[in-house]
């Protein structure tokens, strides 16, 4: 049974960072690529950044590239994003995903960015 467990999220002041973590277990990790998508209220969930299975690999989306880091660690399973010089349209729930044939999500984690 696949499981995303997405945390590390909160509310940070414009220009701050946050850290985000993705826990996955019920499918191999290491061989699939993975996602990083939010949804802001009233908006449609989009695509922040991916990373390949090997995490060579990372696109990004142009509202957070520069900004926006994505990583993982093989070996713990555990999906990364680092967002640094946060801005008040950043904030969402964001979730992690895994390039499945299937669609899986997790309850998400909510940032927020305000002074």
């Known amino acids: 049974q696949v499981q995303l467990v997405e945390s590390g999220g909160g509310l940070v002041q414009p220009g701050g960072s946050l850290r985000l973590s993705c826990a996955a277990s019920?499918?191999?990790?290491?061989?699939?690529?993975m996602n990083w998508y939010r949804q802001a209220p009233g908006k449609e969930r989009e695509l922040v950044a991916t990373?390949?299975?090997?995490?060579?690999?990372?696109t990004y989306a142009d509202s957070v590239k520069g900004r926006f880091t994505i990583s993982r660690d093989n070996a713990k399973n555990i999906l990364y994003l680092q967002m640094n010089s946060l801005k008040p349209e950043d904030t969402a729930v964001y979730y992690c995903?895994?390039?499945?044939?299937?669609?899986?999500w997790g309850p998400g984690t909510q940032v927020t960015v305000s002074s």
């Open positions: 990373i390949n299975s090997a995490g060579s690999i990372t």
């Open positions: 995903n895994p390039d499945l044939l299937q669609i899986y």
């Open positions: 019920g499918f191999t990790f290491r061989v699939v690529n």
